[in-house]
């Protein structure tokens, strides 16, 4: 396959997820999903190079995937537990304030769907920065009002006070149609940013519930040069980000 003359969509979600973790310091990268992967990697090997990864089990890894250190299950608790985490979940929902469902699609006493269950969304959410990918955008994921709670959105935390609040945060949601967060006064989330090709009105179109909206909402930003050498050749040179996100 030859290497594509622009950026892909596929690849303008790479850059979004990456600039998830802009700025985290050293804290334990968490990526869920292949996508997520491809940022979390990009941002340690450019502009976020304090950020840990793990091979999935217990050894932090380098920049050219080679152990570098241990992690023992005790020490990853407290990284979780004190803020120093932050994870890029999925969702099978989501509302205006942040809320996530992994669990269930229906009334929990006779759900139409049964999904993964809560898993580690709850801990995640109240102990760590939790960013969210969405691979297809749609209301049947942006939802007014989640079905179950999973993770903790910003007004379920504020409603159980201060111990909720403390590690509380969701800097960002990325989806294949653009990037969203909650830098508004209520916490309901707001279209940061739209993807290039896709307009303002596409993504309310495809939105459950009425997204805040800046006077200007900009395109996502570009990536640099050396940010697409990295994700073609280095990264993900088999190109299997565009089979999750097809360019239109």
């Known amino acids: 396959m030859s290497a594509p003359t622009t950026t892909t969509r596929a690849e303008y979600c790479a850059i979004a997820c990456a ?3 802009r700025d985290n310091g050293e804290v334990l990268a968490s990526p869920m999903g292949l996508i997520p992967s491809i940022g979390a990697r990009l941002a340690q090997r450019t502009f976020s190079p304090d950020l840990l990864l793990t091979d999935g089990e217990a050894m932090i890894v380098g ?3 080679a152990a570098e250190g241990w992690l023992p299950y005790r020490q990853h608790l407290a990284m979780v537990s004190g803020g120093r985490r932050h994870v890029m979940m999925g969702a099978s929902q989501l509302d205006r304030f942040g809320n996530q469902n992994i669990s269930c699609i229906g009334d929990w006493q006779r759900p139409a769907r049964q999904l993964l269950g809560v898993r580690g969304a709850p801990v995640n959410t109240l102990n760590n920065p939790v960013s969210y990918w969405v691979p297809r955008h749609s209301k049947r ?7 179950m709670i999973s993770g903790v959105g910003y007004d379920s935390a504020a409603a159980a006070g201060p111990s909720a609040t ?8 990325v989806s294949d149609l653009g990037v969203f967060d909650f830098a508004t006064p209520n916490r309901a989330m707001r279209l940061a940013s739209v993807h290039p090709g ?5 993504v309310q179109e495809a939105t459950g519930f009425a997204l805040a909206l800046p006077d200007e909402v900009p395109p996502t930003r570009e990536p640099t ?11 993900d040179p088999e190109g299997r980000r565009e089979r999750e996100v097809p360019t239109p």
Not at 166 to 173: A, E, G, M, S
Not at 225 to 235: A, Y
């Open 19 to 21: 600039d998830a973790w």
């Open 63 to 65: 920049l050219d995937g």
């Open 141 to 147: 994921v942006f939802v007014e009002k989640v079905d």
């Open 166 to 173: 403390r590690y509380h945060r969701i800097p960002r949601v």
């Open 198 to 202: 896709v307009t303002v009105g596409e």
């Open 225 to 235: 040069p050396d940010e697409l050498r990295l994700i073609r050749m280095v990264l």
